[in-house]
C-alpha cells in the first residue's frame, strides 16, 4: 500500500469514526453506492453548499435561484438527449457475473473480481438513469426518471423567470439538490455514488460575448477552489478534446484534483451552446427566445455552466485538509480546515470535569459563544490532552479551556488547532473576533 491509498484508508476511518459520513443503510449490510452524513459531516457539507450559495448567488446581481422537482415529464430528458444518450458501457464476467465499466476496467481481458480471464462478453450500452412510474397506472405514460443531472430543471424554468423578473442579460440560474445516477460500479468512497447532490449554474448570454463570459467563470472557479481552502498546485485545468466532450458542448474545462486515489475530476465548465433551450423550443413550442431591453433584438441565449459536485467538493476538502505531524513524540492527526467551514468553531472545556465552579464558569463562556457562533461545542469528555486530540480530529480550530486562573483575573486559555500555541486572553475578545 502506497502513501497515498493509506491516507484514503486513513480519511475513511477517521470520517465514520468521528461522525462525519456512514455507509448507507450500514446496519442492514449497507447499499452500494449510498452514504449518510452524520452530526459533523451534515455541518461540513452544508457550510460548503451555504458558501457556494453566497459567492454565486447572493454577492451577485445577475443571479436568480431555482429549485426545481426531482421528477420531471419524461419528454424534458427526451428533448435533451438523455434517454438515447446518458449511457456507459456495461460488460459482464461470465464466470461470477460481475458487472463493470468497460472502460474502467485495468485489465480489460481480466476480471477484478473473480480473477479468471477471458470471460467478458461484448460491452452493451446501459442507461443510468433511474426510471420509475408516477401515479397508479404502470405504462409508458407514467414513465418518469429521478434526474441524473440538475441542470434541466433550469433550463425549463428559463422562460418562467424570463416572464416573471425579466433580466437584464447576461444572468444565470443557479440551484442546488439531489441527482441520481445507476452507477454499474460505484468507487472510492463518495467520489462516485448513485445519490448525490450537485450545485449548477446556466449563465445565459448574447452569442456574440460567450469567450468574455467563458474566461469570466473560469476565474470563478479558481477563486471557488481557493475558497475551500485548496491548494493552487493541486487544481489543474484540462482543456477537453472534441472527441471527449459531452454532445452539447463546444468548450469544456475539466478541472482536476489531486485527490488520494489519484488526479480526477472535480468539477466542469463547459459551454453549452443554444442546445438546449433549443431543444425545449423545438419540443415544446414554446418560443425561448430573449429580446434586448429597449430594442427589437431577440435571440435564443447561449449558456456557460459551471458545474459543481457537492461530494467532490468535500472529498477534496477533506483530502487536503487531513494532516498528519509529530507532537512530544507522538503522532499526531488533525484536520487543517478552514475556519469558515469548520464544522466546529470553538469547543469549550473546564480544565477537570470534577470542580464545579470551574464547569459552571465554563457552561456560561459556552452559552455566550454559541449564541453569537453556533457552532461551538461543549467538550469534559477526557483529560485535556484527550480533548485536544478529539477536537483535532474534527478540525475544531480553537479550543477553549476554563481553568483556575479563570476564577481569578477572567481571562482564558485558547488552544491554536494547527500550531498547537495557547494564548491567553478574554471572552470579550473572543466574541468580537
Not at 244 to 271: C, M, N, Q, V
Amino acid at each position: 500500500m502506497n502513501d497515498q491509498q493509506r491516507k484514503m484508508e486513513n480519511i475513511v476511518s477517521l470520517a465514520k469514526r468521528r461522525g462525519f459520513i456512514y455507509p448507507g443503510s450500514d446496519v442492514y449490510g449497507g447499499l452500494s453506492g449510498t452514504w449518510d452524513y452524520g452530526p459533523l459531516g451534515v455541518v461540513l457539507k452544508r457550510n460548503i453548499m451555504q458558501l457556494w450559495w453566497k459567492m454565486f448567488v447572493e454577492d451577485r446581481e445577475d443571479m436568480h435561484g431555482v429549485d426545481a422537482a426531482i421528477l420531471m415529464n419524461q419528454k424534458v430528458w427526451q428533448a435533451s438527449g438523455h434517454v438515447d444518450t446518458f449511457t456507459d458501457p456495461l460488460v459482464e464476467c461470465g464466470n461470477c457475473h460481475g458487472r463493470f465499466r468497460a472502460d474502467k476496467l485495468a485489465d480489460a481481458n481480466k476480471c477484478p473480481t473473480c480473477g479468471k480471464e477471458g470471460t467478458f462478453g461484448e460491452a452493451r450500452q446501459f442507461n443510468m438513469m433511474f426510471k420509475t412510474n408516477v401515479g397508479p397506472v404502470d405504462d409508458e405514460s407514467s414513465v418518469s426518471y429521478l434526474r441524473p443531472e440538475t441542470a434541466q430543471g433550469i433550463f425549463t424554468n428559463y422562460k418562467n423567470v424570463v416572464d416573471t423578473f425579466y433580466p437584464d442579460m447576461p444572468f444565470g440560474l443557479a440551484q442546488q439538490g439531489k441527482a441520481f445516477r445507476n452507477e454499474i460500479s460505484p468507487r472510492d468512497f463518495i467520489f462516485r455514488s448513485r445519490e448525490f447532490e450537485q450545485m449548477e449554474i446556466e449563465y445565459f448570454v448574447d452569442p456574440a460575448a460567450w469567450e468574455a463570459s467563458f474566461e469570466h467563470w473560469r476565474q470563478q472557479v479558481w477563486k471557488w477552489t481557493q475558497a475551500l481552502g485548496l491548494s493552487d498546485e493541486h487544481v489543474h485545468e484540462l482543456e477537453v478534446p472534441e472527441s471527449d466532450r459531452a454532445h452539447y458542448s463546444k468548450r469544456t474545462i475539466d478541472f482536476e484534483y489531486d485527490f488520494p486515489i489519484g488526479r480526477e475530476e472535480l468539477l466542469g465548465l463547459a459551454y453549452r451552446t443554444d442546445f438546449d433551450l433549443m431543444n425545449i423550443q423545438n419540443s415544446s413550442g414554446k418560443n425561448m427566445e430573449y429580446t434586448v431591453k429597449g430594442t427589437n433584438t431577440k435571440f435564443v441565449p447561449h449558456v456557460i455552466e459551471p458545474s459543481f459536485g457537492v461530494e467532490r467538493s468535500l472529498m477534496a476538502v477533506l483530502s487536503e485538509a487531513y494532516t498528519e505531524d509529530e507532537v512530544n513524540g507522538e503522532t499526531r492527526t488533525f484536520l487543517r480546515l478552514p475556519h469558515h467551514l469548520a464544522p466546529v468553531r470553538y469547543a469549550v472545556s473546564p480544565l477537570v470535569r470534577n470542580k464545579p465552579e470551574l464547569a459552571e464558569k465554563a457552561r456560561d463562556i459556552y452559552t455566550q459563544l454559541k449564541q453569537k457562533y453556533g457552532a461551538v461545542a461543549w467538550d469534559d469528555n477526557g483529560n485535556i490532552g484527550k480533548r485536544y486530540r478529539r477536537q483535532d480530529e474534527i478540525g475544531t480550530p480553537f479550543c477553549v479551556v476554563v481553568d483556575f486562573q479563570t476564577l481569578e483575573d477572567g481571562t482564558i486559555t485558547v488552544r491554536d488547532r494547527d500550531t498547537t500555541e495557547q494564548r491567553r486572553t478574554t471572552l470579550d475578545e473572543l466574541l468580537a473576533a
